[in-house]
T-cell receptor, first 113, second 109 residues
Framework: IAGITQAPTSQILAAGRRMTLRCTQD?????MYWYRQDLGLGLRLIHY???????GKGEVPDGYSVSRANTDDFPLTLASAVPSQTSVYFC????????????FGQGTRLTVV | GQNIDQPTEMTATEGAIVQINCTYQ??????LFWYQQHAGEAPTFLSY??LDGLEEKGRFSSFLSRSKGYSYLLLKELQMKDSASYLC??????????WGAGTKLIIKP
């Protein structure tokens, strides 16, 4: 089934640890995104990639890094986790950055303790 | 700054009609999206408006007025499964989605 897959589904992480959230899509979409969703706030963009080989910073990039070595994969790394990074993380993709709808992965619920 | 406003919560009765409003102020406009998100799940696409007017898709319709920075999502013949959060989002001049906090819709029998 075509779509976008995230791993892990949930994780409890000790503060100070490094963690990579994985995201893979098989729709050959050019653009990919990482969002975090916190209660009472809208989805906030962390990083994005409009095409393989390029990345950009979103609204809340601090403490996170991404890479886009190929079309399908867009991992998000927390170099040294802090409790404020406790959130639900969604990866999304769209055919083009310009105007098409975004498809979302099922989310990763991350708790930093 | 950029801002998307929508009501935090609404309640409606099964079989009725409900209108969820969204107002926006963004740097540029490249379309407005509505997404549905059930609790614990990912957002799923409902509608897209880039020109003024009404877009109808089954029980759901979405309206846009660019001059007023305003949109609404209209849900007809409400069903219990429509209980969810409805997210309004605008693509700005950089083609990035700016999201509202979402409206939690509670459907009562």
């Amino acid at each position: 089934i075509a779509g976008i897959t995230q791993a892990p589904t949930s994780q409890i992480l000790a503060a100070g640890r490094r963690m990579t959230l994985r995201c893979t899509q098989d729709m050959r979409h050019n653009a990919m995104y990482w969002y975090r969703q916190d209660l009472g706030l809208g989805l906030r963009l962390i990083h994005y990639s409009n095409t393989a080989g390029t990345t950009g910073k979103g609204e809340v990039p601090d403490g996170y890094s991404v890479s886009r070595a190929n079309t399908d994969d867009f991992p998000l790394t927390l170099a040294s986790a802090v409790p404020s990074q406790t959130s639900v993380y969604f990866c999304a993709s769209s055919e083009l950055a310009e105007n098409t709808e975004a498809f979302f992965g099922q989310g990763t619920r991350l708790t930093v303790v | 700054g950029q801002n998307i406003d929508q009501p935090t919560e609404m309640t409606a009765t099964e079989g009725a009609i409900v209108q969820i409003n969204c107002t926006y102020q963004t740097s540029g406009f490249n379309g407005l999206f509505w997404y549905q998100q059930h609790a614990g799940e990912a957002p799923t696409f409902l509608s897209y408006n880039v020109l003024d007017g009404l877009e109808e898709k089954g029980r759901f319709s979405s309206f846009l007025s660019r001059s007023k920075g305003y949109s609404y999502l209209l849900l007809k013949e409400l069903q219990m499964k429509d209980s969810a959060s409805y997210l309004c989002a605008v693509k700005d001049s950089n083609y990035q989605l700016i999201w509202g906090a979402g409206t939690k819709l509670i459907i009562k029998p």
